[in-house]
Each structure stands twice: as structure tokens, then as C-alpha cells.
């Protein structure tokens, strides 16, 4: 889906997108601290499910909730970022690898999937064992571990209504081998 296209508000979209040449686009903690206090800065018009930064790519999952936020919203940050590296490293040109991608998750249960999955990405990339020791996401807030701003209430609201257990439902799969194959309409082949 290219971002060019609507998205529907009150939809859920995993948003994807890779370094250039699938080259690194985050290389210390201060990067993805600047990055993620631009995703704070921009984030309007949108809920900010859940989210991952990973060396080379980031996944989040997003609610549209005004017309073209999503794509506000990742132009902006996606500029913005890349034009502050670009003065750091006395570079040019693009950082990310052309237009984000995105799809639409269609379930709850899509959902549920969808967040463990970007949850578990730092694991199934073997940077870390458990998802406690991946700063860089929001599993901490999903988890009770530590107090910010960048996730969604209203879907951990869901989750206390469904009465999971979301640590126990994301754990249970890091122990199954991380991937699940309910997951893969809502992924991209080219991780």
C-alpha cells in the first residue's frame, strides 16, 4: 500500500519501513531517542499502538484517527529524521528505503498477533533474548515497566476487557520460536 492512498479512519495499519540499502538507520541510543521524541512531536491525529526500532527498520502499529494522519505523520518523522543524520554525517540523499509500507489489520485477533510480533522482532532478531532488554519499543508500557507516552490506553484497555494476559501471550510465543504463522497477512516479505 503505498502512502499516497487514504487510510480509513478508525483502522489499524501496521506501518514498516527499512534503511536504504537495507543499511542501518539508528547507530547509538541517542539516535533512537531523537527518533522516538520525534514520533512523540508529530503523533496527532493518531494512536500509537505499538511500536518497535530495530538497527535497520522500525514496525508500528497505528489508528487512524483523522484524515491523511498516517501519512502526515510518517512524512514528517521520516524527513525530519533524515534530514538531522544527514547533517551529523555530513551526508545526502534518502535514509529510508522508499515509501513505507503498510497494511491493514482487519481482527482483534490480527491485532493481538500483530503486537506480539512487533514486540518479539528485537528477539527473532537475536539482538536480545526477552523483551525486557529491548528499550526501544513500547513493550515496557504494555508491561507495566515504565511510564510513557507513545502507546495506546484504549488497547490495553481491550486487552484487560478480553482479560489477557498480553506479558504471558507474548512469552508463550518467544517460547514457541517467536514467529506465528496467523501473523504473516499482516507482515512483509522483505524483513
Known amino acids: 500500500m503505498s502512502r ?85 554525517y555530513e551526508r545526502s540523499g534518502v535514509l529510508f528505503q522508499g515509501t513505507f509500507k503498510a497494511k491493514c489489520i482487519s481482527s482483534q485477533e490480527g491485532m493481538l498477533h500483530v503486537c506480539r510480533y512487533v514486540h518479539l522482532n528485537s528477539c527473532v532478531a537475536s539482538l536480545v533474548i526477552h523483551p525486557d532488554e529491548w528499550p526501544y519499543s513500547n513493550w515496557h508500557e504494555f508491561t507495566g515497566r515504565r511510564m510513557g507516552s507513545l502507546y495506546s490506553p484504549s488497547f490495553l484497555q481491550m486487552l484487560h476487557d478480553l482479560k489477557i494476559n498480553y506479558r504471558s501471550f507474548v512469552l508463550g510465543q518467544l517460547a514457541n520460536g517467536g514467529l506465528d504463522s496467523f501473523v504473516q497477512p499482516y507482515i512483509f516479505n522483505e524483513e
Open 4 to 88: 499516497r492512498l487514504p487510510f480509513e479512519i478508525g483502522n489499524y495499519y501496521h506501518i514498516y519501513n527499512r534503511g536504504a540499502n537495507k543499511g542501518a538507520i539508528f547507530s547509538n541510543h541517542g539516535e533512537y531517542i531523537y527518533f522516538l521524541r520525534k514520533m512523540k512531536q508529530y503523533l496527532t491525529g493518531l494512536e500509537m499502538v505499538c511500536y518497535c526500532l530495530m538497527p535497520n527498520h522500525y514496525h508500528m502499529v497505528l489508528r487512524s484517527i483523522s484524515e491523511n494522519a498516517i501519512s502526515r505523520f510518517i512524512l514528517r518523522l521520516s524527513t525530519s529524521y533524515t534530514q538531522t543524520m544527514n547533517l551529523k
